[in-house]
């Protein structure tokens, strides 16, 4: 079955030539001209991936963006003007997959496709089954994490990292693995994100628990282990 993609993009010349490329791929597409239009038919729920313009009229790209991950882990590839890296930064930051800078080839945005595709068909739900970790439970499917029966509410970003550390249960994972498979390979903000996030992780899950779960290796990176000591 091919995928299906949604384009978000208020300049229609741009619109149709994107989806002439990718109908040419192969791909199923729709189009969306403006930001509330494109929320609507992105929370509608059954496309494969979405192409969001940055710059739209009615929501901006960042405002549907937000919305849309309030309810949605859809994959987004964000489309900023040139030297936009506020956009860029952002856009990652809210939960966007990947972005391309306008004007791209069109070979840049299908590899760009490709590769988050192939990336998303990982976690699609032949590969979600529960993980565990103690008494941690993190459900990929429903988006939801819990410790025993108590529900522990993480954002998006927060909840991506916890995921790796748990597919990668009792290995340490390098602060440049984490960045690369949490915020993408080309992230752009600040390098000790990753630190900044696994001290959030800590408050939320170690703090509240009383549990030891992720652990510093100086020097290499973070693990989590499964024994809790
Ligand atoms: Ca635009």
Redesign the pocket.
Known sequence: MSARILII???QK?ARFVELELTHEGYETEKAFDGRAGLELALRGDFDLVLL?????GLS?LEVLRRLRNESSVPVIM?TARDAVMDKVSGLDMGANDYITKPFAIEELLARIRAVLRQTEQHSPAHMAALRCGALCLDPARHTVAYGDTPVNLTYKEFLLLQTLMENRDIVLSRDTLLERVWGYDYLGETNVVDVYIRYLRQKLDDVFDVKLIHTVRGVGYVIKGDET
């Open positions: 993009e208020d300049e741009i313009d940055v710059m739209l009229p790209g489309v």
